[in-house]
């Protein structure tokens, strides 16, 4: 009896001495470096005839000495050097009108600069293909609340937006799109405009989707 004890007592033993015991095992640790994630851009640049790949540009259009029936003539061409495709453009215009008085005549001169060529890319944005209705709805819009004549002028076209004109710049810069436009002095235009001008700001907004 008593060995049996002590047998039981010894592998009691040996049990707890091998599950007291810690086992090493293998690992192999790595780690994928080098993870960027970067916005991309959109970056539009303007081109004039006298500025090359800007931010912005001035005097696209100049003619301080306008007789009546004179035209100024101009263009901007957009080229987005950002990594992200567009969707659309929007075109703004914004006026400031300096008036000098004069005893005859103390008109708005804005209104007297008719818009006689608008064209983005491919499109004409004067086009009427059904008689005094202008195809662009962001054009003809503009000239029903303003003397709703078929024709536009810079008044009209003060605080308007030309919104999604869909031929847009190619990122990267594979591509430009040109906006061009010819104002003419109204040739019937009389004496109160002597002296007077309208500067026009035109912004151009690259947007990524349709929604904005």
Request: hydrophobic share 45%; charged share 15%; glycine share 8%.
């Given at each position: 009896?008593?060995?049996?004890?002590?047998l039981?007592?010894?592998?009691?033993?040996?049990?707890?001495?091998?599950?007291?015991?810690?086992?090493?095992?293998?690992?192999?640790?790595?780690?994928s470096?080098?993870?960027?994630?970067?916005?991309?851009?959109l970056?539009?640049?303007?081109?004039?005839n006298?500025?090359?790949?800007?931010?912005?540009?001035?005097?696209?259009?100049?003619?301080?000495?306008?007789?009546?029936?004179?035209?100024?003539?101009?263009?901007?061409?957009?080229?987005n050097?950002?990594?992200?495709?567009?969707n659309?453009?929007?075109?703004?215009?914004?006026?400031?009108?300096?008036n000098?008085?004069?005893?005859?005549?103390?008109?708005?001169?804005?209104?007297?600069?008719?818009?006689?060529?608008?064209?983005?890319?491919?499109?004409?944005?004067?086009?009427?293909?059904?008689?005094?209705?202008?195809d662009?709805?962001?054009?003809?819009?503009?000239?029903?609340?303003?003397?709703?004549?078929d024709?536009?002028?810079?008044?009209?076209?003060?605080?308007?937006?030309?919104?999604?004109?869909?031929?847009?710049?190619?990122?990267?810069?594979?591509?430009?799109?040109?906006?061009?436009?010819?104002?003419?002095?109204?040739?019937?235009?009389g004496?109160?405009?002597?002296?007077?001008?309208?500067?026009?700001?035109?912004?151009?907004?690259?947007n990524?989707?349709?929604?904005?």
């Amino acid at each position: 009896m008593k060995k049996i004890v002590g047998l039981t007592i010894a592998i009691l033993l040996i049990i707890g001495t091998v599950a007291g015991v810690t086992w090493a095992y293998f690992s192999d640790t790595e780690a994928s470096l080098d993870n960027v994630f970067a916005a991309g851009t959109l970056n539009l640049k303007l081109t004039d005839n006298n500025e090359t790949d800007q931010d912005g540009v001035t005097a696209s259009w100049s003619n301080t000495n306008m007789a009546p029936g004179d035209s100024c003539v101009g263009w901007v061409d957009l080229k987005n050097v950002g990594s992200l495709a567009a969707n659309h453009v929007e075109i703004s215009f914004a006026n400031t009108v300096t008036n000098v008085v004069t005893a005859s005549d103390d008109t708005d001169i804005s209104d007297s600069m008719n818009v006689t060529v608008m064209s983005y890319g491919a499109t004409d944005l004067l086009l009427q293909t059904v008689a005094g209705t202008f195809d662009n709805a962001d054009i003809e819009a503009a000239d029903v609340a303003g003397s709703n004549d078929d024709a536009i002028t810079l008044d009209e076209l003060n605080g308007v937006t030309i919104d999604n004109l869909a031929e847009v710049p190619l990122a990267n810069g594979a591509s430009v799109v040109r906006f061009d436009m010819t104002v003419q002095l109204d040739p019937a235009t009389g004496d109160g405009n002597q002296g007077d001008s309208v500067t026009t700001v035109i912004t151009f907004t690259l947007n990524q989707v349709a929604s904005q």
